[in-house]
């Protein structure tokens, strides 16, 4: 099970911050995700962060102005979004996976849990 939540309304060049617990099945590496999809437009990848070591992915829109990172105690990742633009408007999906290649954690298809998302609006 995966509950997101932290989405809001901002306006432009604000900052909001995304959690993901993660509760249920047990890998033994895995990788955490953040994806998202706009109205009319495919889901798209935004970061993910593999579990053991903490590799971090990010996708090219979002690269320097987000940043993932996780709480191994709580079992939650969060995704930091800073200097918002009315682009970053979507729905943010969390998601887990049990492949960790680096590859795999930018690749929607390559997850296997998904959370309900919750919805960013920024505002111009």
């Known amino acids: 099970q995966l509950q997101a939540s932290g989405g809001g309304l901002v306006q432009t060049g604000g900052s909001l911050r995304l959690s993901c617990a993660y509760s249920g099945r047990s890998f033994r590496d895995f990788g955490m995700g953040w994806f998202r999809q706009a109205p009319g437009k495919e889901r798209e990848f935004a970061a993910a962060i593999r579990w053991s070591g903490g590799t971090t992915v990010y996708g090219n829109s979002v690269k320097g102005r987000f940043t993932i990172s996780r709480d191994r105690a709580k079992n939650t990742i969060y995704l930091q979004m800073n200097s918002l633009k009315p682009g970053d408007t979507a729905v943010y999906y969390c998601?887990?996976?049990?492949?960790?290649?680096?590859?795999?954690?930018?690749?929607?298809?390559?997850?296997?849990?998904w959370g309900q998302g919750t919805q960013v609006t920024v505002s111009s």
């Open positions: 998601a887990v996976t049990s492949q960790v290649a680096y590859s795999a954690l930018a690749d929607s298809t390559s997850y296997d849990y």
